[in-house]
């Protein structure tokens, strides 16, 4: 098939490999221009990961200002949608326990917490103020703790930091930093 001087114009040779060597494809020059154009209408904007998201491993806890041991604590953090899943992971005897867990925008929108059981411990919290987090977490028989997580600006740390009154009035601070596995 010849083209004239004017179809020429409007057209490129795509060349594609193949095993048996290069076919060549005629393609009108406007489908150039019209392949990102549709790309971008098409393909939702890509909303960047919150710096929260993430499986955290927990390197040092100090409670009342004393350190103190614990069992391994993974935080996993992950989007869903417009929410962030949280869970707290334990390891006893090697195996891997949700102790609780919970799903929340990030607008101090009240969410059901559960325990790894899925029974109703309470409600959380979470409002995003700056570059820190805002938890508020409660439940029947227990004291409301209040923590702020930063993650640091290389993202490799996240520091947590809860302050509880305990039953007998006194304030107690715990201070966790996890690093991102």
């Not at 919150?50 to 041991?69: F, R, S």
């Not at 987090?133 to 520091?159: H, I, N, Q």
Request: net charge positive; glycine share 8%.
């Amino acid at each position: 098939m010849r083209l004239s001087h004017h179809a020429r114009s409007r057209t490129y040779d795509a060349v594609r490999s193949t095993e048996r060597g290069a076919i060549v494809k005629r393609m009108p020059r406007f489908s150039l221009f019209l392949l990102p154009a549709i790309l971008m209408v098409t393909t939702a904007p890509a909303r960047a990961a919150d710096p929260l998201a993430g499986k955290w491993l927990l390197q040092h806890q100090e409670v009342g200002g004393n350190q103190t041991d614990s069992n391994p604590l993974t935080l996993a953090i992950t989007p869903s949608g417009e929410l962030l899943d949280f869970a707290f992971i334990v390891t006893v005897q090697n195996q891997s326990v949700v102790n609780l867990k919970f799903s929340t925008p990030l607008d101090g929108t009240e969410s059901e917490v559960t325990g790894g059981d899925g029974k109703k411990m309470g409600t959380a919290k979470v409002s995003k103020e700056g570059a820190a987090y805002k938890f508020l977490m409660e439940g029947p028989g227990r004291p409301a703790v209040t923590t702020r997580m930063s993650v640091s600006s290389d993202g490799r740390t996240l520091v947590s930091e809860s302050d509880v009154q305990t039953p007998s009035g006194d304030s107690l601070h715990t201070k966790q930093v996890f690093t991102r596995q």
